[in-house]
């Protein structure tokens, strides 16, 4: 927990969630608060952020994820098996005709 909670005044319960949800919101959208991890039960249950920081992390581990598959790609990659770009483009558009 200590990576998802950098700072105390990032955790916040439940209930006070229910209670402040406009505050809460509003220091996210306007970047004063980078995120918030709700607690239940003294245990992290969820994490608020802005969507624009969301948004980056799912950008960042698409961009991951698409590294990987190429270098594996690479690591696997058969020279007997390849075609030409002129055969590819052949039976590509021998598919789209059928």
Known sequence: MSTLLEHSSQAISVTEVSRSAKTIFDRLSSGEQEKYVVMRNNAPAAVMMPVSVYEALMDELDDLHIQ???????????????????????????????
């Open 68 to 98: 990987l598959t190429a270098q594996d790609r690479l690591r696997s990659f058969d020279r007997e098996k390849a075609i030409s770009h002129a055969e590819m483009l052949k039976r590509f558009a021998d598919e789209d005709e059928s």
